[in-house]
T-cell receptor, first 116, second 119 residues
């Protein structure tokens, strides 16, 4: 069975400071990993994904994430937070090697609050 | 988000009523999904469909049914709504490709959501 954990319900960061939103995962094989963002009253929007290759993945709006296989983590990062980054962030995982269709498992979400 | 639309955006209904949530997409994707979002639980998959003739149950399909009327349309029905079905419902679509004999599942595109309240 696959799972994903977002250990922090909320992260507060001052505008201009670097931000990190944490995600750890568990799969039996190799993972596909995703980050999505949800703004108020909106659906989820894709930010970035890790399939294979370079462990540092760059995505939309200046976000990036680092895949760490030994720590089974995929933390979302941004060098300088903006107030407009305040939103709900979801990490998601899918096991690459499972037979048939394996659904994507979403984390419970982390609310990011960027303080002016 | 405009590529995936959901109607209605908000709905209040009473226990026992039948209700249908509709989803349409213009992305040309074969794969469509219905999720529900509850605070602290993330997104949970209700049903998914890989094409018009392929419907599959997700992890929480009890009390729900779906219809894939066309490639672009995927409806979710609550046959007899109950209060614990109060939630935010999302439709999503995705494309996929086969890469080195492995089906690569691409990111999903979500609609704006339907907020359903069952009294």
């Amino acid at each position: 069975a696959q799972s994903v954990a977002q250990p922090e319900d909320q992260v507060n960061v001052a505008e201009g400071n670097p931000l990190t939103v944490k995600c750890t995962y568990s799969v039996s094989g190799n993972p596909y990993l995703f980050w999505y963002v949800q703004y108020p009253n909106r659906g989820l929007q894709f930010l970035l994904k890790y399939i294979t290759g370079d462990n540092l993945v760059k995505g939309s709006y200046g976000f990036e994430a680092e895949f760490n296989k030994s720590q089974t983590s995929f933390h979302l990062k941004k060098p300088s937070a903006l107030v407009s980054d305040s939103a709900l962030y979801f990490c998601a995982v899918r096991d690459v090697n499972s037979g048939g269709y394996q659904k994507v498992t979403f984390g419970t979400g982390t609310k990011l609050q960027v303080i002016p | 988000d405009a590529d995936v639309t959901q109607t209605p955006r908000n709905r209040i209904t009473k226990t026992g009523k039948r209700i249908m949530l509709e989803c349409s997409q213009t992305k040309g994707h074969d794969r469509m999904y219905w999720y529900r979002q509850d605070p602290g639980l993330g997104l949970r998959l209700i049903y998914y469909s890989f094409d018009v003739k392929d419907i599959n149950k997700g992890e929480i399909s009890d009390g729900y049914s779906v219809s894939r009327q066309a490639q672009a349309k995927f409806s979710l029905s609550l046959e007899s709504a109950i209060p614990n079905q109060t939630a935010l419902y999302f439709c999503a679509t995705s494309d996929f490709m086969v890469l080195r004999s492995v089906a690569e599942y691409n990111e999903q595109f979500f609609g704006p959501g339907t907020r359903l309240t069952v009294l």
